[in-house]
């Protein structure tokens, strides 16, 4: 039986620079947040994806969409094809290798977790502003 976790918004924010920082240490694409966000819809909620369909999921605009899929498709995490039953449409397709990179992603994730259940607790610092000049 799962157990549900708790976390804190600390632990939770250390889960996910650990991840984070697991994925610059590797020699695996470094993909900003709104491609992880379109890749993650892509593998994690039911076909079929369509260019407009990730846009409006995502609230993001079709060429911001189309600029994404372009470096996922670079890196073969993903793979567009035109729907022959609408030709206007565009479908975007899983990959083998965008698989391997989210169990890949996966098992970061879960080392991540372990690691920050371990961390000990302790008061948030308070956040400092910077001036930008």
Same mark, same amino acid.
């Given at each position: 039986m799962d157990v549900p976790l708790k976390l804190s918004c600390d632990q &939770? !924010?250390?889960?996910?620079?650990? &991840?984070?920082?697991?994925?610059?240490?590797?020699?695996? #694409?470094?993909? %900003?947040?709104? *491609?992880?966000?379109? !890749?993650?819809?892509v593998y994690r909620? #039911? #076909?079929?994806?369509?260019?407009?369909?990730? &846009? *409006? %999921?995502?609230?993001?605009?079709?060429?911001?969409?189309?600029? &994404?899929?372009?470096?996922?498709?670079d890196y073969g995490l993903l793979r567009r094809e035109v729907d022959e039953a609408d030709r206007r449409s565009v479908l975007v397709r899983r990959t083998e290798t965008g698989e391997t990179f989210l169990a890949d992603?996966?098992?970061?994730?879960?080392m991540a977790t372990a690691d920050a259940l371990m961390m #000990?607790? %302790?008061?948030?610092e308070p956040m400092v502003s910077r001036e930008v000049a």
């Amino acid at each position: 039986m799962d157990v549900p976790l708790k976390l804190s918004c600390d632990q &939770a !924010l250390d889960l996910w620079r650990l &991840a984070i920082v697991e994925t610059v240490r590797r020699d695996i #694409p470094d993909l %900003s947040s709104r *491609q992880m966000a379109l !890749l993650l819809t892509v593998y994690r909620t #039911p #076909p079929p994806h369509t260019v407009r369909g990730l &846009a *409006q %999921s995502l609230n993001i605009s079709k060429p911001a969409v189309t600029r &994404a899929l372009d470096r996922l498709g670079d890196y073969g995490l993903l793979r567009r094809e035109v729907d022959e039953a609408d030709r206007r449409s565009v479908l975007v397709r899983r990959t083998e290798t965008g698989e391997t990179f989210l169990a890949d992603f996966g098992t970061l994730v879960r080392m991540a977790t372990a690691d920050a259940l371990m961390m #000990p607790c %302790s008061e948030p610092e308070p956040m400092v502003s910077r001036e930008v000049a």
